[in-house]
């Protein structure tokens, strides 16, 4: 799926991608000390936590094909 996403845009936009995602993703967590109900709890933490490895999938696979652009050898 990554390898899909980079060769459609650029490692740039992929890796600003994956920040964004990340960091939407500290600040929900952050604010899951106000869900009380048990089950919107639970599914708000699986959703968060995709978010979260979609954007380390982003920031991982654009940064490999970033330090392969940089250095070719």
Do not use: W
Request: net charge negative.
């Amino acid at each position: 799926m990554f390898a899909r996403l980079l060769n459609t845009h650029s490692a740039k936009s992929i890796l600003i991608a994956g920040c964004i995602c990340e960091g939407i993703a500290m600040i929900v967590f952050g604010l899951f000390d106000f869900i009380s109900d048990p089950t919107a709890y639970a599914v708000a933490s699986f959703l968060c936590r995709f978010l979260e490895g979609f954007g380390n999938g982003c920031l991982n696979s654009s940064s490999s094909k970033l330090l392969m652009i940089v250095f070719p050898e």
